[in-house]
């Protein structure tokens, strides 16, 4: 039981943190990409119909040494005046962090509010962090969270999900019915019917 706890802790750590990263950073620029409400259309009676649009589009970020941040893909966006949100249809996020790691993040839709503090994944969502190298030189396995829904509160550091989940790292598996992660007080819970199964090669 401590060994299955230890592999979960670890497991856990850090997947959500760099979901989150992954999302708030791309989805954000995203948003602060696409044109501004014009004075006509926000004086207009406002409905639920989409006010502009992008198909086939890539936004890209760059550190101040031009190294590439992140880059959101889609099939389609749209931005809707009335609840400020965006819908983004086939969606691929892809966020390096300071040492270079990638994390991607595919679904058949997201989405976003304004300020993209409020992000969903809908669909067949899936992050997955590729196996790295550490400062010490240790290979790290890839790690991954899939389901079919995935919900992040940026500014609270919150990822939830009220389906089936199946968090990975390397050949350990873990799933369950619902989660709950909270990174600022580094809290998983996993409800329903958890189960874990773990290989002795997949060790820290």
Avoid: C
């Avoid at 620029?29 to 696409?34: E, F, N």
């Amino acid at each position: 039981m401590n060994t299955l706890r230890g592999a979960f802790d670890r497991l856990t750590l850090y997947l959500p943190v760099l979901l989150m990263g992954a999302l708030a950073m791309a989805s954000y620029w995203l948003v602060r990409s696409t044109p501004a409400q014009s004075a006509a259309v926000a004086a207009a009676a406002v409905q639920h119909q989409p006010d502009y649009f992008m198909r086939n589009f890539a936004v890209k970020t760059f550190d101040a040494k031009g190294q590439l941040k992140s880059e959101v893909k889609g099939r389609e966006t749209r931005h809707y005046p009335d609840t400020d949100t965006l819908e983004i249809d086939q969606v691929l996020i892809r966020s390096y962090d300071e040492q270079g790691h990638l994390t991607t993040a595919t679904a058949r839709q997201a989405l976003t509010n304004g300020d993209a503090s409020e992000v969903t994944l809908i669909g067949d969502a899936r992050v997955l962090r590729a196996a790295t190298v550490d400062a010490a030189g240790k290979a790290q396995p890839a790690m991954s969270f899939q389901g079919e829904q995935l919900h992040a509160l940026v500014d609270t550091s919150q990822v939830s999900s009220n389906q089936p989940v199946i968090l990975t790292r390397g050949q350990d598996r873990f799933t369950a019915d619902s989660m709950d992660y909270d990174n600022q007080q580094k809290v998983m819970q996993m409800q329903g019917r958890v189960k874990g199964v773990l290989f002795p090669g997949n060790k820290p």
